[in-house]
């Protein structure tokens, strides 16, 4: 671990996580409970990250990535979902990158491809459709 990357880059995702915290906060009602517990959570990461690399980090540079090509594939593919959400809805949307990512990185077991992705598919629509009762974009088919 370089220290310095892991400082900062703790110390960013920790003010970033506060910031969304304190945004969520200020939401009326419960509906801002589960943003501010990520911002939490993510600022508590960051603090951890940054701690560890205070106590035990070594003074040596690294590279940012050692594999270029994936964090390509995985920035390319996350843009296409982005695109691809409001056109085909959040589920269907998920569930195509859920499966096309790993297939592009070279991950070659399509029973644990699908079993993860309706896991995946499962816990989103538990979360966001059952607890929080929040609506997610619509399906291309509910539009007809």
Do not use: C
């Not at 200020?26 to 993510?42: D, F, I, N, Q, R």
């Not at 560890?52 to 594999?67: I, N, Q, S």
């Amino acid at each position: 671990m370089e220290r310095r990357q892991d400082i900062v880059l703790g110390v960013v995702f920790a003010a970033l996580g506060l910031f969304a915290a304190v945004k969520a906060a200020a939401y009326a009602g419960a509906s801002g409970t589960y943003p501010m517990v990520l911002g939490l959570a993510l600022s508590g990461f960051g603090i951890l990250v940054a701690g560890k690399a205070v106590l035990r980090g070594k003074p040596e540079p690294r590279p940012l990535t050692l594999h270029a090509g994936r964090v390509a594939i995985t920035v390319a593919i996350g843009a296409v979902y982005l695109a691809l959400v409001p056109v085909l809805g959040f589920y269907t949307g998920s569930a195509l990158v859920v499966l096309a990512l790993p297939l592009a990185l070279g991950f070659r077991q399509p029973v644990f491809l699908a079993l993860t992705t309706a896991v995946f598919i499962a816990i989103v629509w538990v979360v966001f459709s059952i607890v929080l009762e929040k609506p997610l974009p619509a399906e291309f088919w509910q539009t007809f």
